[in-house]
């Protein structure tokens, strides 16, 4: 069985320049080609106000359930000057992960969730991906941390 990466070179913002939080979740709600971005966009900003999704370290993972999903999607930028996220740490945040689940998949939802949170509060994968060279790179980080999809 072909496993593929769950985050491919071409959902990844290796330099993103926005200057807010909204802009950022913008403008990666814009790599799910197949999904309208104002769906996505409002999701995320929804779940948001339920509390930032910052969650320390220099890290978010922006994260909502969506109808019409058959499996996880997941986007990522990374941001050199930080962006003010709202996070836990009260810290700038320079590594975004977009997690979009299916609406009814509540565990596989909270397991994904974990493990990128528990991936990246390792210092030497945020490490990794803040030095990689470009997108291709970075995925290659997420590839070698287990992050592949099943299919």
């Not at 210092?123 to 290659?140: G, I």
Request: charged share 20%; hydrophobic share 50%.
């Amino acid at each position: 069985m072909m496993t593929s990466p769950l985050i491919p070179a071409e959902r990844i913002i290796p330099a993103s320049h926005a200057g807010s939080k909204r802009a950022v979740m913008t403008g990666l709600a814009m790599l799910f080609h197949a999904l309208d971005e104002d769906q996505v966009l409002e999701a995320v900003m929804a779940r948001e106000k339920l509390g930032s999704t910052g969650i320390g370290y220099g890290v978010a993972i922006p994260h909502a359930r969506l109808k019409g999903l058959s499996a996880p999607l997941v986007a990522v930028a990374r941001h050199h000057d930080g962006i003010d996220f709202d996070a836990i740490d009260g810290e700038p945040v320079f590594i975004v992960v977009m997690l979009l689940v299916p609406e009814d998949s509540t565990s596989e939802h909270l397991k994904l969730l974990a493990r990128f949170a528990r991936a990246l509060q390792q210092e030497a994968f945020r490490s990794s991906l803040l030095q990689a060279a470009d997108a291709e790179a970075m995925a290659q980080c997420f590839v070698d941390a287990g992050f592949v999809a099943d299919g």
